[in-house]
């Protein structure tokens, strides 16, 4: 599949020169990324433990629940700074998925199997893999028992179990997303339906969500909303319909205030409508109805019903039961591990670290705060294990490549209060192409190839 951009249907006529060249420049910008990385490994080689303490730590037993890419980046670090660590990794996945690829397979820009990758090749070398879901945590006894019943003990424990979506949260979601009217990018089969949706779309209301609570990813359901948007418009259908984006929160993009400002009125001028404090309460599906409850600033409540011919609604995010239902969560944090935010070291159980959507740090959910947290997380555990304080601290710098239409993207870091880091190279408030190639064609390279086996 040609992943340049517009897909099919409405296909813009940039030249191809011009396209070789953004992709050029998409990738000498990722040969920045690359070398920096690989500068950066250079210098953490040097962070290595000494032969005494890995001597010290012979015997260590580290193991690490959850493989996806907040699991299997720590683990690949673990055994960089200190190759002879005994590390198990618990995870019963046998594929292993690239979830910031599913916006794209959704958009049409993006097959089915670039997302798609064998677990079993992710794995570092050295490591024991335990084919199996986590049951119950038991940290008194420094130890978790698998859903077959045995035990896996432990010294040291990084909980990485991430995030799923609910889909029984919100009533009649789960049956709307059976019909042939609704599909959602958090599920990759029904992005995939989600995507010919679209393609068969011949007007009338679009209507997108977005849900209350923590969000896996919480720019990816306006990402969606603005390249369909983008979508009809070029396939010359704008005229015939209308493009809700009815979201739970304040605002188009709260986390991140010098972003909304720059986005908010380039997505108003297309006409897309926002709906702000709009809560999806149910959908009936016999009449095609998303039903809202509307949050007043006043603290007044009312129902607004949107009919729809084309429905991407947001289910809850909750993490898994084995974590939700154990002593590792805390009143108040929704089931999420409680975690310090800056050493990410469990605050009640000291040789426990989380990384990664399951941990409450208030950091968003997204790869690209784990390839920040990760570093943080094995220099941590291995103070620990030597008896030292933890050194190194999260400072909440995240990424997000926010896609507003096809060929286009705003790419930007920020930081626990919002404010953006490193503007300079991202030129975070522009919508530019080369960005747009970068997310297409970089990140996933650096995925796979740089944060998988731990480089960075
Ligand atoms: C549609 C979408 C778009 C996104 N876009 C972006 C983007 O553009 N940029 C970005 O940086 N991020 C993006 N993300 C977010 C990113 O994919 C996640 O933040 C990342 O995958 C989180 O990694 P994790 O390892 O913490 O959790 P997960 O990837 O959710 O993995 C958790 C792992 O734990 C395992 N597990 C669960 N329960 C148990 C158990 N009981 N025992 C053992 N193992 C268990 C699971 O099988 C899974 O492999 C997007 C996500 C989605 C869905």
Redesign the pocket.
Known sequence: MDTDNRPERGRGSSGMDRRRALKWLAGGAGAVVLAGAGGGYAYRRSMRISRREANHLRNARFVV???????LTVAARLRRSFPGARVTL????KVHHY??G??LVAAGVYAREDVLFDQAELLPSGIEWVRE??ETFEPERNRVILASGSAVEYDYLVV????EADWGSTEGLADALKTPYAGN??DLDSGQKFRHLVRNFEGGEAVFTFPQGFV??G??PQKITWLTEDYLRSAGLRDNCRVHFCSAQASLFPVVPVIERAVTPKIEARGIENHFREVLRAVDVSTRTAIFEKMGEDGSRGEIRRSYDLLHPMPRFRT?R?LRESVLTAEGLGGQLEIDRHTLVHKRFPNIFG????AATGAP??????RKQAPVVVENLLDTALGRPPSRAYDGTS???LLTRYGRCMMFEFDFEGNLVNEWLYQSTRETRVWWQFKVHGLKRLYRHVMIPGWV
């Open positions: 629940a959850g493989g996806s890419i907040g699991g618990i995870e019963p996945k979830q910031p599913y916006t879901a986590v990485a179990l991430g995030v990018i958090y896996k990813c720019g990816a898994p084995a990384v990664g959507d399951c959910k997204t790869a690209a705060t784990i990424g997000c490549p």
